[in-house]
């Protein structure tokens, strides 16, 4: 049990918004109170209820089924830009940390000038030119996060490098593509995963941020970004429209990053303040 | 020192040519003949094929890069499809709404950050340290567009007290011009303050447990004397960094915000461009934000070793 006794009330707290959102999506994948995109022109703005739990919106759409289809549309396009990025980023960041020399420095170069387009720029950009559906923004988002993961790996490879156990592999004549993946890929991995965790939040605020700007997933398919473009013309007379998606993206970033916190001190002992 | 700074000035250039690379190369990747994309669908081919030759796009790849480069160093970034004006002269008048918010923010966010930052750190798991902790986990978690039209709903539609949509250009009045800005600047303030405060912290908490305050404290220096002298130069380097790195970001994040309180920047003009697929401006906005980015960091590490004077001595 002793593993666990660093489980503070914060990491409980993020295991459980993060549950909850989990959730949420698998029982929406299978129900949701009313059809998500199902115009009931009867019925517009009713503020939460008893038949809408969170209201309805405009076209009198139950804001509740949207914003569990909307968390199922984050979540995938997160998951799919965390899947990609840290896959790609892993690779190059061990190449370029473990075989140093010219692969190491054309990398960083590239690295530097990708960074340095602020990221929901460069986002907005690739976009234009793919085009806005679900696959183009997982790309636009994974290019955007490529350079932060590659040099994450990379000074983490570097460190790993100099340790004896690397000299010994060496030494009883492993290939060099043996010893990334046998020795410096494990002794990454902790570093991997706490980066993975707070780029699944970055990429969750970053899709909301898109949709809001109007490049994400189109309409009618509901995001929390684009439910709270919406809801902007309505923020008096109906603020539960605005109000809700927000929680939405707070609550599951405010999960995401308590869960990568106690995954770092959990991980990495010695940065534990 | 001078070799320091030439060293650095040295690794800016591989760094912009990669990016005007990128620039110019992301026009490439739309499918298709980019003239046609560019003129739209409805124009006649007399005129793509005019443009198709304007653009030198029958000339091979490199040789339209150094077209491209030449012309974008004599300040020519082209002119926008929607609108005919030069880019150049868009991105100028946009950028200095943008810089006036983002500089502020960025300004009134470290203040904040080094405040709160060190205070915590030196009373570390006290009841204000675990207020500034959770505070500042809560603005991580949200989200700046949300939180700008929070504050929307609030002060200017609830209580009524600031403007909520639109925009006086500085020229009628810089009061005027303040009254529309303050929440913009608040919400950004807060949205950044937030991860640069646990930044300071956490380097601060670093430094406090170095022998030489310690020491400092040992030979009898005032805490006052301590935190000023020794705790904030060291503590303060790294936070410098990541001030650095959030200015270029913010340049992005701005457009959110324009967005949120319609105003008319930089952030603004490269989303509407990207709507009406009006490339030149995109790749203009790009390709400038790039260029700041590289100059504000370039900037930074200038002023690192006042702070850390090691690095100039490697």
Redesign the interface.
């Known amino acids: 049990m002793t593993r666990f006794r660093h489980l503070h009330w ?1 990491a409980l707290l993020g295991l459980a918004l993060v549950g909850w959102l989990l959730a949420t999506i698998l029982l929406g994948a299978f129900w949701t109170p009313y059809d998500p995109i199902a115009i009931d022109l009867a019925h517009p703005f009713t503020p939460p209820s008893a038949a809408h739990w969170l209201g309805s919106d405009q076209f009198g759409r139950d804001v509740l089924s949207r914003a569990m289809l909307g968390a199922r549309i984050s979540f995938s396009i997160a998951l799919g830009t965390v899947a990609l990025v840290i896959a790609l980023g892993t690779m190059l960041g061990l190449c370029a940390g473990f075989l140093r020399g010219w692969t190491d420095r054309v990398l960083m ?2 690295c ?3 960074l ?7 986002a ?7 085009g806005s559906n679900k696959s183009s923004i997982v790309i636009a988002l994974s290019i955007a996060y490529l350079p932060s993961v590659t040099r994450v790996v990379r000074s983490a490879a570097l460190s790993i490098r100099e340790r004896d156990y690397i000299e010994a592999s060496r030494v009883a004549g492993d290939t060099q593509l043996y010893t990334i993946m046998r020795h410096v890929l494990p002794n990454a991995l902790p570093a991997v995963m706490v980066l993975a965790t707070s780029l699944f939040g970055w990429a969750v ?1 970053s899709e ?2 898109l949709s ?4 994400g997933v189109p309409p009618p398919a509901p995001t929390w970004g684009n439910m ?2 919406d809801a ?1 013309p309505y ?2 007379e109906a ?1 539960w429209l ?2 809700v ?2 929680f939405c ?3 599951t ?2 999960g995401v ?2 869960l990568g ?1 106690a995954l770092r001190d959990y991980l990495d002992p010695r940065g534990r ?1 | 020192m001078i070799a320091y700074i030439f060293r650095r000035l040295l690794l800016t250039i591989p760094t912009l040519l990669l990016v005007s690379v990128i620039v110019f190369g992301l026009i490439r990747l739309i499918p298709g003949d980019p003239a046609e994309v560019m003129m739209g669908p409805d124009a006649d081919p007399a005129s793509i094929a005019s443009l198709h030759h304007q653009m030198g796009l029958d000339e091979p790849l490199p040789v339209q890069f150094i077209a491209w480069a030449g012309r974008t160093l004599h300040g020519d970034l082209g002119v926008s499809i929607a609108t005919g004006e030069p880019v150049v002269r868009l991105i100028v008048t946009r950028f200095q709404l943008t810089a006036a918010i983002v500089l502020v923010s960025v300004l009134l966010a470290t203040l904040i950050a080094v405040s709160l930052g060190m205070i915590a750190a030196w009373r570390r798991n006290s009841s204000l340290d675990l207020a500034v902790v959770g505070g500042a986990t809560i603005v991580l978690a949200v989200p700046s567009f949300w939180l700008g039209l929070v504050l929307l709903l609030v002060f200017g539609l609830k209580l009524g007290w600031l403007p909520v949509v639109g925009y006086v250009p500085f020229s009628d009045g810089v009061g005027a011009a303040l009254l529309f800005l303050i929440l913009p600047i608040i919400t950004l303030t807060i949205t950044e303050s937030g991860v640069l405060t646990r930044m300071m912290r956490a380097s601060a908490i670093d430094v406090l447990n170095q022998e030489y305050v310690t020491h400092a404290r040992a030979k009898g220096l005032p805490e006052r004397a301590v935190l000023a002298r020794h705790v904030f130069p060291n503590a303060f380097a790294p936070t410098l960094t990541l001030v650095g790195l959030s200015l270029g970001h913010l340049l992005g994040g701005i457009a959110v915000i324009e967005t949120v309180f319609t105003l008319p920047g930089l952030g603004r003009l490269m989303v509407d461009s990207v709507l009406a697929r009006d490339y030149p401006v995109v790749q203009g906005c790009l390709l400038f934000t790039a260029v700041i980015y590289v100059a504000v960091n370039l900037a930074v590490d200038m002023l690192y070793p006042i702070f850390d004077p090691r690095v100039t001595a490697q």
């Open positions: 914060n170069t590239v530097d000038a990708v340095a387009f602020p990221g929901i720029l460069l907005l950009a690739l976009i234009a030119v793919l605020l909301s941020a809001f700007l109007g490049v709270l473009s902007r923020m008096e603020n605005s109000l998606p927000g993206i707070m609550l970033l405010l990053n308590l916190d303040q």
